[in-house]
């Protein structure tokens, strides 16, 4: 294959036509050997098992479909991220709180866990949680399947020649071509962001060669209208579990032939040479608490499917290609792949055999979970939940909600490293919007001021703790505070900081300064009762929330100096004082997952919560802390490689922290083996998208980290990665850095920072000496320490760093 790594993607597959952009500045390539691009010489099959493992994901982070690809009969399965049973249209929902008060309960737990040690996580679900109903979804409500638009094709074969079915990431655009009755055929789908709907091109290169019937089919779960008029689709109605409203519409826009407007709510199109489909979606949900209910979708709808109809194809098509490549092209990953021309699914089932194709393809799922977070959320949207937002079931896995104890947040751990940071506005959107439901939970559960979340929530500010044990975890709202601070260590942002993120640490903490009591046995402050999600039993001061604990205070004390709240920070340096940091090295040289030494050595379930420390957090590092590091390793080891997909991705991001890279690239390679569908999404089993976002975060720890205030470069490179380069990853402090290197060793580093100020990098490749310049060759002071360079840097300046 012919390089063009750095030119960037120029070419775009139109119908039947090859165009190349006019800053084209490389030679066209044949598709089979595009960098970026799944693709499969057969259809999905067109049953949830097909759709899962086979069919493929667009988006524009409100809506998303999935592309099937069959000949005679084409399927796209459509999404809106805001189409949900349950909630306040259903008369008792509570949003996760109590029926009725419960008097002394939460004192009487603490009491138990007092004199007992540890107590069965049932019976705090028991005294606490909120109680099941029937069916268990019927409050909570889960994220629906919209619908399915059906093309049925009848002049054409159940098989054709020359089949192919792709994804370009690199585009956002998916793909299907093949040839039959003499015609080549090609279907062309792409969701816009820009404006708000999914776009098709169905094409043939013989005139009056497309001829199909449109129709739109939607789950029983509800009441529904469909008619066509004008050539416009509508399907419509409300949702049997709370009665909201949705809608569909679909433009059916000819370029010859006749097109016809059927009785049933189908449209047929006939002879035509080419035909545009804008499918757009809306519903009467609202972020707003506590009703949740907004206007009739109807006009809005309307007024967007007309826009993007007016538009044409080729403004659409052009305006979505440049939103989607201004996200997508920030960052470039060159690991000295070669992609095969081989089906996606053939080269995923012989990963391990080639070396040149197994990094091709480890190049394809770390950019493939960029591009999936780039479908799946954009600012105004919610967030990107247990599925991202592509869901073919009426009770999908776990209601594809929000899990509030890691999985929600994985989705978001690439986000700011990979150049993605307002991909994130959704979270922080959402965690605002959880606050106001939070405070009634806090105050009615715990009698404590601030807010509190637990484990498990929906669209609808379910703050509570619903009716599993693994559920009541109240540490999660801490936990995602965390997350909104290091967006701001990311960017330096001081009005988000002072406008967002501030306020809802510091209300966050409130709660927790309620919710902490002194431990009788040392006098430190503890959590009581904790858990360590999801395994073991209640107790006091369990390791993952002490830690969560300590980093929230930690961040809080910080940003109350950044803010000049002066009491606030010291009020976070006097709870620090007293609280347990939650770090302990047991009988057996692990580091404890409990207070007390408890744990099991022959333990190993997928959660490692107590290594919070180690990542996401950065209280543990071998830089910093090395006993407690080796410690984290036995636990690690004694948890072992084996887990469900997201497991699997977390323990990259360990192992990258514990600067192993070998060991983080096995992880790598299991998840792609043992966890990894023929599409490339992750599975716990079933499909749960946390595992690809995850393993793209524990592929960039590989290549940067910056948690410790130092940017280190190739901190933990994996041997299978001897030589490569990347562009475009970002450090926390405003720094963009590129980076290549050469058999394991740095050859070169860029870093552009955004808010100027000094910097610290740091490399094994720096004992032999530096040169530090600008990006036009002047010589910048710097000083030298070992493995580490420090220099002053200007905002929006350029600088070259080159080892020995």
Same mark, same amino acid.
């Given at each position: 294959?012919?390089?063009?790594?750095?030119?960037?993607?120029?070419?775009?597959?139109?119908?039947?036509?090859?165009?190349?952009?006019?800053?084209?500045?490389?030679?066209?390539?044949?598709?089979?050997?595009?960098?970026?691009?799944?693709?499969?010489?057969?259809?999905?099959?067109?049953?949830?098992?097909?759709?899962?493992?086979?069919?493929?994901?667009?988006?524009?982070?409100?809506?998303?479909?999935?592309?099937?690809?069959?000949?005679?009969?084409?399927?796209?399965?459509?999404?809106?991220?805001?189409?949900?049973?349950?909630?306040?249209?259903?008369?008792?929902?509570?949003?996760?709180?109590?029926?009725?008060?419960?008097?002394?309960?939460?004192?009487?737990?603490?009491?138990?866990?007092?004199?007992?040690?540890?107590?069965?996580?049932?019976?705090?679900?028991?005294?606490?949680?909120? =109680?099941?109903?029937?069916?268990?979804?019927?409050?909570?409500?889960?994220?629906?399947?919209?619908?399915?638009?059906?093309?049925?094709?009848?002049?054409?074969?159940?098989?054709?020649?020359?089949?192919?079915?792709?994804?370009?990431?690199?585009?956002?655009?998916?793909?299907?071509?093949?040839?039959?009755?003499?015609?080549?055929?090609?279907?062309?789908?792409?969701?816009?962001?820009?404006?708000?709907?999914?776009?098709?091109?169905?094409?043939?290169?013989?005139?009056?060669?497309?001829?199909?019937?449109?129709?739109?089919?939607?789950?029983?779960?509800?009441?529904?209208?469909?008619?066509?008029?004008?050539?416009?689709?509508?399907?419509?109605?409300?949702?049997?579990?709370?009665?909201?409203?949705?809608?569909? =519409?679909?433009?059916?826009?000819?370029?010859?032939?006749?097109?016809?407007?059927?009785?049933?709510?189908?449209?047929?199109?006939?002879?035509?040479?080419?035909?545009?489909?804008?499918?757009?979606?809306?519903?009467?949900?609202?972020?707003?608490?506590?009703?949740?209910?907004?206007?009739?979708?109807?006009?809005?709808?309307?007024?967007?499917?007309?826009?993007?109809?007016?538009?044409?194809?080729?403004?659409?098509?052009?305006?979505?290609?440049?939103?989607?490549?201004?996200?997508?092209?920030?960052?470039? !990953?060159?690991?000295?792949?070669?992609?095969?021309?081989?089906?996606?699914?053939?080269?995923?089932?012989?990963?391990?055999?080639?070396?040149?194709?197994?990094?091709?393809?480890?190049?394809?799922?770390?950019?493939?979970?960029?591009?999936?977070?780039?479908?799946?959320?954009?600012?105004?949207? !919610?967030?990107?939940?247990?599925?991202?937002?592509?869901?073919?079931?009426?009770?999908?896995?776990?209601?594809?909600?929000?899990?509030?104890?890691?999985?929600? =947040?994985? #989705?978001?751990?690439?986000?700011?490293?990979?150049?993605?940071?307002?991909?994130?506005?959704?979270?922080?959107?959402?965690?605002?919007?959880?606050?106001?439901?939070?405070?009634?939970?806090?105050?009615?559960?715990?009698?404590?001021?601030?807010?509190?979340?637990?484990?498990?929530?929906?669209?609808?500010?379910?703050?509570?703790?619903?009716?599993?044990?693994?559920?009541?975890?109240?540490?999660?709202?801490?936990?995602?505070?965390?997350?909104?601070?290091?967006?701001?260590?990311?960017?330096?942002?001081?009005?988000?900081?002072?406008?967002?993120?501030?306020?809802?640490?510091?209300?966050?903490?409130?709660?927790?300064?309620?919710?902490?009591?002194?431990?009788?046995?040392?006098?430190?402050?503890?959590?009581?009762?904790?858990?360590?999600?999801?395994?073991?039993?209640?107790?006091?001061?369990?390791?993952?929330?002490?830690?969560?604990?300590?980093?929230?205070?930690?961040?809080?004390?910080?940003?109350?100096?950044?803010?000049?709240?002066?009491?606030?920070?010291?009020?976070?340096?006097?709870?620090?004082?007293?609280?347990?940091?939650?770090?302990?090295?047991?009988?057996?040289?692990?580091?404890?997952?409990?207070?007390?030494?408890?744990?099991?050595?022959?333990?190993?379930?997928?959660?490692?919560?107590?290594?919070?420390?180690?990542?996401?957090?950065?209280?543990?590092?071998?830089?910093?802390?090395?006993?407690?590091?080796?410690?984290?390793?036995?636990?690690?080891?004694?948890?072992?490689?084996?887990?469900?997909?997201?497991?699997?991705?977390?323990?990259? #991001?360990?192992?990258?922290?514990?600067?192993?890279?070998?060991?983080?690239?096995?992880?790598?390679?299991?998840?792609?083996?043992?966890?990894?569908?023929?599409? !490339?999404?992750?599975?716990?089993?079933?499909?749960?998208?946390?595992?690809?976002?995850?393993?793209?975060?524990?592929?960039?720890?590989?290549?940067?980290?910056?948690?410790?205030?130092?940017?280190?470069?190739?901190?933990?490179?994996?041997?299978?990665?001897?030589?490569?380069?990347?562009?475009?990853?970002?450090?926390?402090?405003?720094?963009?850095?590129?980076?290549?290197?050469?058999?394991?060793?740095?050859?070169?580093?860029?870093?552009?920072?955004?808010?100027?100020?000094?910097?610290?990098?740091?490399?094994?490749?720096?004992?032999?000496?530096?040169?530090?310049?600008?990006?036009?060759?002047?010589?910048?002071?710097?000083?030298?320490?070992?493995?580490?360079?420090?220099?002053?840097?200007?905002?929006?300046?350029?600088?070259?760093?080159?080892?020995?």
């Amino acid at each position: 294959m012919k390089r063009r790594f750095w030119a960037g993607p120029v070419v775009l597959l139109l119908g039947a036509a090859l165009t190349v952009a006019p800053d084209a500045r490389a030679e066209v390539e044949p598709m089979a050997a595009e960098p970026y691009t799944l693709w499969y010489d057969e259809p999905a099959p067109d049953t949830d098992e097909g759709w899962e493992a086979r069919s493929l994901p667009i988006g524009n982070g409100a809506m998303g479909a999935t592309v099937f690809g069959g000949v005679r009969a084409e399927r796209l399965q459509f999404n809106d991220k805001t189409l949900w049973t349950g909630g306040p249209g259903v008369a008792d929902y509570n949003f996760g709180n109590w029926d009725a008060p419960r008097p002394g309960a939460l004192a009487a737990i603490r009491q138990r866990i007092w004199t007992e040690g540890g107590i069965s996580p049932n019976d705090v679900l028991a005294a606490l949680g909120h =109680q099941s109903d029937t069916p268990r979804q019927r409050r909570f409500g889960a994220y629906q399947s919209f619908g399915d638009l059906r093309l049925d094709f009848p002049g054409l074969p159940e098989e054709a020649g020359d089949y192919r079915r792709q994804l370009d990431i690199a585009r956002g655009v998916a793909g299907v071509s093949f040839t039959a009755g003499g015609a080549r055929h090609t279907r062309e789908y792409f969701a816009s962001a820009p404006a708000g709907v999914v776009a098709a091109r169905i094409a043939a290169d013989r005139p009056r060669g497309v001829t199909f019937t449109a129709r739109v089919a939607v789950p029983a779960n509800r009441s529904v209208t469909a008619r066509a008029k004008g050539g416009r689709l509508t399907v419509k109605g409300t949702l049997n579990s709370n009665a909201m409203a949705y809608e569909a =519409q679909l433009q059916v826009l000819n370029q010859g032939g006749t097109r016809a407007d059927n009785p049933d709510g189908t449209i047929t199109v006939t002879g035509a040479d080419s035909v545009v489909l804008i499918l757009g979606t809306g519903t009467d949900y609202a972020p707003d608490y506590p009703t949740y209910k907004g206007e009739d979708p109807h006009a809005k709808l309307t007024a967007r499917v007309d826009a993007a109809a007016a538009k044409g194809y080729a403004r659409l098509s052009a305006a979505h290609r440049a939103d989607h490549a201004a996200l997508f092209d920030r960052v470039k !990953l060159d690991l000295g792949g070669s992609l095969p021309a081989t089906p996606t699914d053939e080269l995923l089932s012989g990963y391990g055999t080639t070396p040149a194709s197994d990094r091709a393809l480890e190049q394809l799922f770390y950019q493939y979970g960029r591009y999936l977070l780039i479908a799946s959320s954009r600012p105004g949207t !919610l967030p990107a939940n247990l599925q991202g937002l592509w869901n073919v079931h009426e009770a999908p896995p776990w209601q594809a909600d929000y899990h509030l104890n890691i999985n929600m =947040q994985m #989705n978001y751990w690439p986000a700011e490293m990979t150049n993605l940071a307002e991909l994130a506005e959704p979270l922080h959107t959402y965690v605002d919007g959880l606050r106001e439901p939070g405070r009634v939970t806090a105050r009615q559960m715990y009698g404590a001021d601030g807010w509190v979340a637990h484990h498990a929530s929906n669209i609808f500010g379910h703050t509570g703790a619903w009716d599993h044990p693994a559920y009541f975890f109240p540490e999660s709202g801490a936990w995602l505070a965390l997350q909104l601070y290091d967006h701001y260590r990311y960017t330096l942002d001081k009005q988000y900081l002072k406008r967002t993120a501030y306020p809802i640490m510091k209300e966050t903490a409130e709660f927790w300064l309620d919710f902490l009591q002194r431990d009788p046995r040392d006098g430190k402050l503890v959590a009581v009762p904790s858990r360590s999600p999801e395994i073991g039993p209640a107790t006091a001061g369990a390791s993952m929330s002490q830690q969560i604990l300590w980093l929230l205070f930690t961040d809080l004390r910080e940003a109350a100096q950044a803010v000049g709240d002066g009491r606030q920070a010291a009020t976070a340096a006097d709870v620090l004082a007293k609280l347990d940091p939650g770090l302990r090295v047991g009988r057996w040289g692990q580091l404890q997952e409990w207070k007390q030494d408890i744990d099991d050595p022959a333990e190993t379930h997928r959660h490692v919560s107590h290594l919070f420390s180690v990542h996401p957090g950065r209280q543990i590092s071998p830089r910093t802390t090395p006993e407690l590091a080796e410690a984290a390793k036995v636990s690690l080891n004694a948890r072992t490689d084996a887990g469900t997909g997201w497991s699997k991705a977390w323990k990259i #991001n360990f192992w990258a922290r514990l600067l192993d890279g070998d060991r983080a690239h096995k992880l790598l390679s299991d998840q792609l083996k043992t966890s990894t569908l023929a599409n !490339l999404w992750d599975t716990h089993p079933p499909f749960q998208i946390d595992g690809n976002f995850g393993a793209t975060s524990g592929m960039t720890e590989l290549l940067l980290q910056s948690h410790l205030g130092t940017i280190d470069l190739l901190p933990a490179l994996p041997g299978a990665w001897a030589d490569g380069r990347v562009a475009g990853l970002r450090a926390r402090g405003a720094h963009t850095i590129d980076l290549t290197w050469a058999s394991g060793r740095l050859s070169e580093a860029r870093l552009t920072s955004g808010k100027g100020g000094p910097v610290t990098l740091r490399t094994d490749a720096f004992r032999a000496g530096a040169r530090v310049t600008t990006d036009h060759g002047r010589p910048v002071a710097f000083r030298a320490d070992r493995d580490t360079v420090t220099f002053a840097t200007r905002p929006g300046g350029n600088y070259r760093i080159v080892p020995g």
